[in-house]
Nanobody, 124 residues
């Protein structure tokens, strides 16, 4: 069984930065693609970013491209999301997820393991 635990959320002013981390335990995830998703109140969960196991391929939603950076440390079994130039519309609960064999990295249905989420609130 895989456990994912997110940390690093909080309250920040618009234009500020936050770094989210996701620690995995129970199984090494070095060969699993990892992703970040978010869900705002009253909205569906949406894709934010994903990274392949080798770290060579990173993918982003258009809404966060050039502001967010996903990275992973396979030796430490962690994945991070650096968020800069935050906007009020980035406010959501952010979830870390791992996929065994995803056909599409941007689809939440393709992910097998999920963390409990961490709240990010951006004030205007």
């Amino acid at each position: 069984q895989v456990q994912l635990v997110e940390s690093g959320g909080g309250l920040v002013q618009a234009g500020g930065s936050l770094r989210l981390s996701c620690a995995a335990s129970g199984r090494t995830l070095s060969r699993y693609p990892m992703g970040w998703f978010r869900q705002a109140p009253g909205k569906e969960r949406e894709f934010v970013a994903a990274i392949r196991w080798s770290g060579g391929g990173a993918y982003y939603a258009d809404s966060v491209k050039d502001r967010f950076t996903i990275s992973r440390d396979n030796a430490k079994n962690t994945v991070s999301l650096e968020m800069n130039s935050l906007k009020p519309e980035d406010t959501a609960v952010y979830y870390c997820a791992a996929a065994q064999a995803p056909r599409r990295l941007s689809s939440a249905n393709e992910y097998d393991y999920w963390g409990q989420g961490t709240q990010v609130t951006v004030s205007s």
